[in-house]
């Protein structure tokens, strides 16, 4: 893994963690991982095997999207991972028709920000 996606993981993993109110010592209780690992992984000096990162992030709720595309979503970050989190706990066909109610969404906003210059 990348070392910046190391510490990216490392910041979500402890934001995910103290969201749940959790301390390290709870998390691991919980996961079966190690205090000593989570400490680590948090600091980005340990890369977290995927079943590592898949145990914390199905305990934490949260997307290791975030982390992987964490480049691709820099523009409003925070609200692209709310979307992103929310749309993960979503079937196919819910986050289907989520699509297609942003589009419509979309398409009115720029229908008002842009009126047509056929009405002069």
Same mark, same amino acid.
């Given at each position: 893994?990348?070392?910046?996606? &190391?510490?990216?993981?490392?910041?979500?993993?402890?934001?995910?963690?103290?969201?749940?109110? %959790?301390?390290? !010592?709870?998390?691991?209780? &919980? #996961?079966?991982?190690?205090?000593?690992? &989570?400490?680590?992984? !948090? +600091?980005?000096?340990? +890369?977290?095997?995927?079943?590592? =990162?898949s145990i914390l992030a199905k305990n934490l709720d949260f997307s290791i999207d +975030?982390?992987?595309?964490?480049? =691709?979503? +820099?523009?409003?970050?925070?609200?692209?991972?709310?979307?992103?989190?929310?749309?993960? %706990?979503?079937?196919? !066909?819910?986050?289907?028709? #989520?699509?297609?109610?942003?589009?419509? %969404?979309?398409? !009115?906003?720029?229908?008002?920000?842009?009126?047509?210059?056929?009405?002069?």
């Open positions: 893994m990348p070392e910046k996606a &190391i510490k990216d993981l490392g910041i979500a993993l402890k934001k995910q963690r103290k969201q749940h109110k %959790l301390t390290q !010592e709870g998390l691991s209780d &919980i #996961t079966g991982i190690s205090k000593r690992h &989570i400490a680590k992984i !948090e +600091n980005g000096i340990s +890369n977290a095997s995927f079943e590592i =990162v +975030n982390i992987i595309f964490s480049d =691709v979503l +820099n523009d409003n970050e925070d609200i692209a991972k709310e979307i992103a989190i929310k749309l993960s %706990l979503c079937t196919e !066909e819910q986050k289907r028709i #989520t699509i297609k109610m942003l589009d419509s %969404l979309i398409e !009115e906003f720029q229908t008002i920000n842009n009126p047509s210059k056929d009405k002069d």
